[in-house]
């Protein structure tokens, strides 16, 4: 069983080789191959690339970034990694977040182990920093996210943290992102998934493999409360949905809105 793994990258050189680099590099399994999407064609990132040897096969690729109308470049940036991905399995690494030693090689025998299991998500060790003028002045507790017993249910109803660093999907057929989506681009990919191979086709791989740190200044840290409502409203009517996924994701939007009349910010970057 083969492997892909997705980095798009915008304009951070700095934090791809000091952060998601050496957790590639240091992989036990070698025998992957390592897809670069260079958004923006940044010459400091090309040269980067240019200057690794790498074990894994190395595929680099450039794009122009998208401008706003066209959508959130992350997924343009996935879609065209996913067109270059040679694998049976496709995984997913941001330039700020990195993988255990073992991820490789623990993911495709966590695959081979589980033949009806088409998409997956290894457990992270999270948390949430708070940044200003770009130090970390507040660092935040550590948290294990999700939990080794999820369900596809609870992901989809938002009682579970999805993300897409660690996810993994089998490559055929494979769904393409979304860019219409930013905050919920994650999570509306895994709705594809689901929605393509049905919700007992995900299970969560019970091993800590990814460590994420989330930022006050990234994207999600840099949204509100409003900003989350109005995504999710967008997504209400998507196929998938029972009528109870409905009424709890109706629940949770409302609870998002009188906490943005409140003027509240986001738990954890508060």
């Known amino acids: 069983m083969t492997l892909s793994l997705i980095t798009a990258t915008y304009d951070r050189p700095s934090i791809l080789k000091s952060v998601a680099l050496p957790s590639v590099l240091q992989q036990v399994d070698s025998d992957f191959q390592w897809i670069v999407v260079n958004d923006g064609a940044d010459p400091s990132t090309r040269s980067l690339i240019e200057s690794l040897h790498t074990d894994c096969e190395l595929t680099y690729l450039e794009m122009e970034h998208p401008n706003p109308i066209q959508g959130f470049g992350l997924c343009h940036a996935r879609n065209l990694g996913l067109s270059a991905a040679t694998g049976d399995l496709v995984a997913y690494l941001d330039d700020d977040n990195r993988l255990e030693p073992s991820f490789i090689a623990s993911t495709k025998q966590f695959f081979q182990k589980n033949p009806s299991v088409r998409c997956s998500m290894a457990q992270q060790h999270r948390r949430r920093d708070v940044i200003e003028n770009g130090e970390v ?71 800590v493999l990814i460590h994420y740190i989330q930022r006050s200044d990234g994207i999600i840290g840099r949204s509100s409360y409003l900003d989350w409502a109005l995504e999710l409203k967008r997504l209400q009517n998507f196929v998938l949905f029972t009528q109870e996924d409905v009424a709890a994701l109706e629940q949770l939007i409302e609870s998002w809105m009188e906490k943005h009349y409140r003027g509240l910010s986001l738990a954890g970057f508060r």
């Open 137 to 207: 002045c507040r660092q935040g507790k550590p948290f294990i996210s999700p939990t080794a017993t999820a369900q596809s249910q609870d992901l989809i109803c938002q009682r579970e943290l999805f993300d897409s660093n660690g996810f993994t999907h089998f490559r055929q057929d494979s769904p393409q992102w979304n860019p219409v989506y930013r905050i919920f681009a994650d999570y509306h990919f895994l709705l594809q998934c689901l929605a393509k191979w049905g919700c007992g086709s995900f299970q969560v791989h019970p091993a």
